[in-house]
């Protein structure tokens, strides 16, 4: 029961959060935030995240069908390794996301990336478990933003 209860806190603090994110911004979120997740020391775009990317992102992007929607790509790591590389492996993730995108007819203009290592660990995900290798799996991700410029 507390569980439940804490889940549905931190679902109303992520909204809440959202919220007050897109009102200070010149952009509109246009859709939810994606999370493709890799395995340790991997950065190919897998099977599953190639489908993943066609089914939603992909698709919003066809469906708006404007060039005013900007993609958000955040590159991160877990703590196995060392920071450069993480930094390294982090861009390597956010930089294949973009190269396929690319290959599906998004423009560059579109794509924004930025990576981050081990820098900026996942919080809200895990904060029910305390497993080493949850905390570390939730945190070798590239987050995707979809927002339409004002």
Excluded at 121 to 137: F, G, N, Q, T, V
Aim: no cysteine.
């Amino acid at each position: 029961m507390l569980k439940n209860f804490l889940a549905i806190l931190l679902l109303y603090l992520f909204a809440l959060t959202n919220a007050l994110a897109q009102t200070t911004s010149k952009t509109e979120l246009a859709a939810p935030i994606y999370t493709l997740y890799y395995p340790t020391n991997q950065w190919e775009v897998s099977t599953e995240n190639i489908s993943f990317l066609d089914s939603y992102v992909i698709t919003t992007l066809k469906i708006e069908k404007t060039s005013n929607l900007i993609i958000y790509l955040e590159g991160h790591t877990d703590d196995v390794g060392t920071e450069i590389d993480n930094l390294e492996l982090s861009k390597k993730r956010v930089q294949a996301v973009a190269d396929y995108l690319i290959s599906k007819g998004i423009t560059t203009d579109q794509i924004q990336i930025s990576y981050f290592g081990e820098t900026k660990p996942e919080k809200r995900k895990i904060a029910i478990s305390k497993k080493l290798e949850d905390i570390r799996y939730a945190n070798r991700r590239v987050v995707i933003r979809i927002e339409k410029v004002l």
